[in-house]
């Protein structure tokens, strides 16, 4: 390995442990009431390390997002090409349970984003804005509930109040697990499945309502 190959993953050991000192930071103490210098502070790191990487407060929180939803949109991919399903709807709770225990496993983050993005709805489009940036958002679920909705696998027609009750109903369920984890639960996995089953029975259309036999 050459001197500048090291350098360069040094670099980005750096850049890595500067991302997750400052979402613990951002989590434990909120975003607002946090300084840059703070953050080099409580990382044990001068002021001048951080900024040879961020510019800023927010360019560090972008950073922490952009890996976030990368992140979770290759386990959204993952989970419906690996999916062995044919039918459309148990695509849609897969990719569903995907974000549940995404955000359980990670609770720093969805501790920080609660706190911070806020979400918009234009064109039947949902949008999370962070400050100045607003990125489009959940397109794969819309994407899922359109395939069910034409499947005639869905209840309810309106695309926009199927994905609010989807969302509404599994963020619930990850901000009892994240702010209150001593509730009494199954394994992460089975729980969570266990759940999302009991949800998609309130939205689905049953067998017999498509004149077919239980």
Same mark, same amino acid.
């Given at each position: 390995?050459?001197?500048?190959?090291?350098?360069?993953?040094?670099?980005?050991?750096?850049?890595?442990?500067?991302?997750?000192?400052?979402?613990?930071?951002?989590?434990?103490?909120?975003?607002?009431?946090?300084?840059?210098?703070?953050?080099?502070?409580?990382?044990?790191?001068?002021?001048?390390?951080?900024?040879?990487?961020?510019?800023?407060?927010?360019?560090?929180?972008?950073?922490?997002?952009?890996?976030?939803?990368?992140?979770?949109?290759?386990?959204?991919?993952?989970?419906?090409?690996?999916?062995?399903? +044919?039918?459309?709807?148990?695509?849609?709770?897969?990719?569903?349970?995907?974000?549940?225990?995404?955000?359980?496993?990670?609770?720093?983050?969805?501790?920080?984003?609660?706190?911070?993005?806020?979400?918009?709805?234009?064109?039947?489009?949902?949008?999370?804005?962070?400050?100045?940036?607003?990125?489009?958002?959940?397109?794969?679920?819309?994407?899922?509930?359109?395939?069910?909705?034409?499947?005639?696998?869905?209840?309810?027609?309106?695309?926009?109040?199927?994905?609010?009750?989807?969302?509404?109903?599994?963020?619930?369920?990850?901000?009892?697990?994240?702010?209150?984890?001593?509730?009494?639960?199954?394994?992460?996995? +089975?729980?969570?499945?266990?759940?999302?089953?009991?949800?998609?029975?309130?939205?689905?259309?049953?067998?017999?309502?498509?004149?077919?036999?239980?």
């Amino acid at each position: 390995m050459s001197i500048q190959d090291r350098k360069s993953r040094e670099n980005e050991d750096l850049k890595r442990k500067i991302l997750t000192a400052a979402l613990r930071i951002f989590a434990e103490h909120g975003y607002r009431e946090i300084s840059m210098r703070k953050i080099a502070a409580l990382i044990e790191y001068s002021p001048t390390t951080i900024y040879r990487f961020f510019k800023n407060k927010e360019d560090l929180l972008g950073a922490i997002v952009i890996e976030t939803y990368g992140e979770l949109a290759s386990r959204f991919e993952k989970a419906g090409r690996e999916s062995a399903y +044919e039918d459309p709807l148990e695509m849609l709770k897969s990719i569903v349970r995907e974000y549940v225990v995404f955000c359980v496993e990670r609770p720093e983050m969805f501790r920080l984003l609660s706190d911070v993005a806020e979400f918009e709805a234009e064109d039947g489009i949902i949008y999370e804005r962070l400050g100045q940036t607003r990125r489009q958002v959940f397109q794969s679920w819309f994407a899922g509930i359109r395939r069910a909705l034409a499947a005639g696998d869905l209840r309810i027609e309106d695309e926009m109040r199927i994905f609010l009750y989807l969302w509404h109903a599994a963020d619930g369920y990850v901000y009892d697990e994240v702010f209150h984890p001593g509730l009494p639960r199954k394994p992460l996995a +089975e729980d969570a499945a266990g759940y999302l089953d009991l949800i998609f029975e309130a939205i689905k259309i049953g067998k017999t309502e498509k004149g077919e036999l239980r």
